[in-house]
């Protein structure tokens, strides 16, 4: 099967992502990782998928298009592999360092010959701290530098990451925060076309279902009011440019770094298609993690790999992914085996008729919870097969 994704015009040349945009509490905690189970991954910048490093799984397949996202990953993990926790923070980017190139110089020679090349080339992203180097960070800079300066001063913006209760919070929004400005910001900068010339590839709107700038506007009028942005480090890395030691995304906190560092050796990271990689394994896998990939492809081409993830999946695999403007779940797939169907394929029959059970007290409960709260849904669905449920 075809890759959608990769057939289209989209621009794989540079880093797109350096950091993570998904919530790994929430992932972690939908998927349940077990000892035994083998896991699958979207690549992206990594960071969730070592984050599924520190469950003890048995395995982790990460894969992505990208050889830059390739790239940032393999040299992350020679980051957890050979530095120490500080070192780590200074050279990833959250602390002040001019010690960048020098830690580079210290660990090249165990990365591989091809991402030994693109870092010794990009030695500038090396220096201004890797996780401020993707396409969409630095489409969160010019907002926080260009944009943010006129619609609320840098103390209005200190005032709104202090710790309040959630009236305090509600009361601080509505009468300092939420000015016309900001509004018309949103109508402006976080349009479709700005979003896809300066952040995401324009191609991933292709099939874009809402109006991003006002799905962005109401999810930001959640997270501001209705979490808690003091703990939020999505919101205070968009806001400050960087995270507080006292707030830092799963994957950078002091108490994931050995966990992490242990399991280094678990994981696989291949530059693939999804579709292509199901296509030749022999195994089954436990657990999904899908990020957002399911945006970027047409409704049929949804249909067809969800079809493949259920041929390669055990019974009772979860699957977990987020919807940001394309709404993608497995209750709009709306197929079922014919009996023949079954028999042809020497498989036993499924008396419930479905696929996948979408687990929609689990989800709702984590989506509401979901610090990265500009996806409009999260999906946890469940493999169904042998008539199981």
């Known amino acids: 099967m075809k890759s959608e994704v990769k057939e289209n015009r989209v621009d794989f040349s540079l880093i797109r992502y350096s950091q993570c945009w998904e919530d790994t509490e929430v992932l972690l905690e939908s998927l349940n990782i077990q000892e035994n189970d083998i896991c699958f991954g979207i690549l992206s910048a990594g960071d969730n998928v070592f984050s599924m490093l520190a469950e003890n799984p048995k395995k982790v397949v990460a894969l992505d298009i990208s050889f830059p996202q390739i790239a940032l990953a393999k040299l992350k993990k020679e980051v957890f592999n050979s530095l120490s926790y500080k070192e780590m923070l200074e050279f990833m980017g959250v602390m002040k360092s001019d010690k960048r190139i020098e830690i580079y110089d210290r660990i090249r020679e ?45 103390k209005r913006i200190e005032k709104l990451l202090e710790k309040k209760s959630r009236q305090e919070r509600i009361e601080y ?11 018309l910001m949103f109508k402006l900068f976080f349009s479709k076309y700005i979003v896809g010339k300066l952040g995401r590839d324009k191609e991933f709107f292709r099939y874009a279902e809402k109006n991003i700038s ?62 292509e990689y199901l296509d030749q394994i022999d195994f089954k896998i436990n657990k999904f993690n899908l990020s ?98």
């Open 292 to 389: 957002d990939i399911f945006e970027y492809m047409s409704a049929e081409n949804y249909s067809k790999l969800m079809e493949k993830i259920y041929d390669n999946a055990e019974n009772n695999a979860l699957l977990a992914y987020w919807n940001l403007i394309v709404e993608r779940n497995s209750e709009k797939l709306g197929y079922k085996e014919t009996d023949s169907e079954i028999a042809v394929a020497g498989k036993e029959k499924n008396v419930n008729g479905k696929k996948y059970e979408r687990m929609k007290e689990l989800d709702k409960k984590l989506h509401e919870k979901d610090m990265t709260f500009f996806y409009t849904d999260f999906i946890v669905e469940k493999v169904i097969k042998n008539g199981n449920s």
């Open 173 to 183: 929004y509505d009468k300092y925060w939420n000015n016309f400005k900001w509004k």
């Open 110 to 154: 165990n990365l591989d010959k091809e991402v030994k090349e693109y870092w010794d080339f990009n030695r500038e992203s090396i220096e201004k701290g890797i996780i401020h180097a993707g396409k969409f960070e630095k489409f969160f800079k010019i907002f926080r530098e260009k944009i943010l300066p006129f619609v609320h001063s840098k």
């Open 214 to 275: 006002e799905e962005m506007k109401e999810r930001s009028r959640y997270a501001l009011c209705e979490l808690n942005p003091y703990e939020n480090p999505y919101i205070n890395y968009i806001l400050t440019g960087n995270y507080r030691k006292d707030c830092l995304p799963y994957f950078l906190r002091k108490e994931n770094f050995d966990k992490i560092r242990r399991n280094l050796h678990k994981v696989e990271i291949l530059q693939s298609s999804v579709e």
